[in-house]
């Protein structure tokens, strides 16, 4: 059974820096994208960054401004999103997706429905 477990969050300053992370384990596939998601308070679900299978793709959403890094370590299975010059409108559950396939690509997905295994988020809250 796959399992997508998130790390990491907690509360941090404006301007600082945090690392989460993302592990996925129980499933026998070596190919599968990630991505990371976001859900403020109030509002819907919105992707945040995706990385490909070969970790030469990787995209972001514009707001960030460069903020945000994704990275992966495939002897772990561990996925991390490295935050920074955080601010308050960072504020949100952050959720990690993972698309197992059995099919190589380097694609990336920005999409909710373009993901089959869902974290239960980890929370980060940005505040003075």
């Known amino acids: 059974q796959v399992q997508v477990v998130e790390s990491g969050g907690g509360l941090v300053q404006p301007g600082g820096s945090l690392k989460i992370a993302c592990e996925i384990s129980?499933?026998?596939?070596?190919?599968?994208?990630m991505g990371w998601f976001r859900q403020a308070p109030g509002k819907g679900r919105e992707a945040v960054s995706s990385?490909?299978?070969?970790?030469?793709?990787?995209w972001y959403t514009n707001v960030l401004f460069g903020r945000f890094t994704v990275s992966r370590d495939h002897a772990k299975n561990t996925v991390y999103l490295q935050m920074n010059n955080l601010k308050i409108e960072d504020t949100a559950v952050y959720f990690c997706?993972?698309?197992?396939?059995?099919?190589?690509?380097?694609?990336?997905?920005?999409?909710?429905?373009?993901?089959?295994?869902w974290g239960q988020g980890t929370r980060v809250t940005v505040s003075s």
């Open positions: 997706a993972a698309r197992v396939s059995s099919i190589p690509s380097n694609a990336v997905y920005r999409e909710r429905r373009d993901y089959n295994y």
């Open positions: 129980g499933f026998s596939s070596q190919y599968y994208a």
């Open positions: 990385i490909g299978n070969s970790d030469m793709s990787t």
